[in-house]
């Protein structure tokens, strides 16, 4: 599986982006897609995921009410809108895939990231 991720840039406090994030290959396969981020001093965390069999959700409490995961499955391409964006969602963001071959563990795919920059 290939992940290519657009959309990161520099905003200002309150502005909005969308990343999204294609993939490719094995994608019937994948279980769940979402965004990681990692800021300058932090580790990569969760936020958001989407399970593409039922289109569940789930976001970090951090960015629940400002960001919204959707996924164009006709495009194997997810959406994370991001509204109201905060000096701290400054971050680099990673788009991942975890996908079942039926071997046991699932295997984990990283796109290259983007960078969100946002300014006060």
């Known amino acids: 599986v290939q992940l290519v991720e657009s959309g990161g840039g520099l905003v200002h406090t309150g502005d909005s982006l969308r990343l999204s994030c294609a993939a490719s290959?094995?994608?019937?396969?994948?279980?769940?897609m979402g965004w990681y981020r990692q800021g300058p001093a932090n580790q990569r965390e969760l936020v958001a995921s989407?399970?593409?069999?039922?289109?569940?959700?789930i976001y970090a409490e951090s960015v629940k009410g400002r960001f919204t995961l959707s996924r164009d499955g006709a495009k194997n391409t997810i959406y994370l809108q991001m509204n109201s964006l905060k000096p701290e969602d400054t971050a680099v963001f990673f788009c991942?895939?975890?996908?079942?071959?039926?071997?046991?563990?699932?295997?984990?795919?990283w796109g290259q990231g983007t960078q969100v920059t946002v300014s006060s």
């Open positions: 290959g094995s994608t019937l396969s994948i279980y769940t």
């Open positions: 989407i399970r593409t069999n039922e289109g569940s959700t």
């Open positions: 991942h895939a975890a996908v079942n071959y039926g071997l046991g563990l699932p295997v984990e795919y």
